[in-house]
């Protein structure tokens, strides 16, 4: 976890966010959005995610 924080912190850096948790955000919704799509199995649809 430590270096998934950090790569978050190096990605808002190089995006000049400021602030890592808008990363992290992103990267959880879009980790919860691939679970969901996988447990459902929508056969006529495909999850996204606009941020």
Known sequence: M???KQQF???SDVLVFGNPAII???YWVVA????LERRIQLA???L????
């Open 32 to 35: 919860l959005l691939v679970e």
């Open 24 to 26: 992290e955000k992103g």
């Open 9 to 11: 912190l190096e990605v």
């Open 44 to 46: 006529s649809a495909t």
């Open 48 to 51: 996204a995610y606009a941020a």
């Open 2 to 4: 430590k270096k998934l």
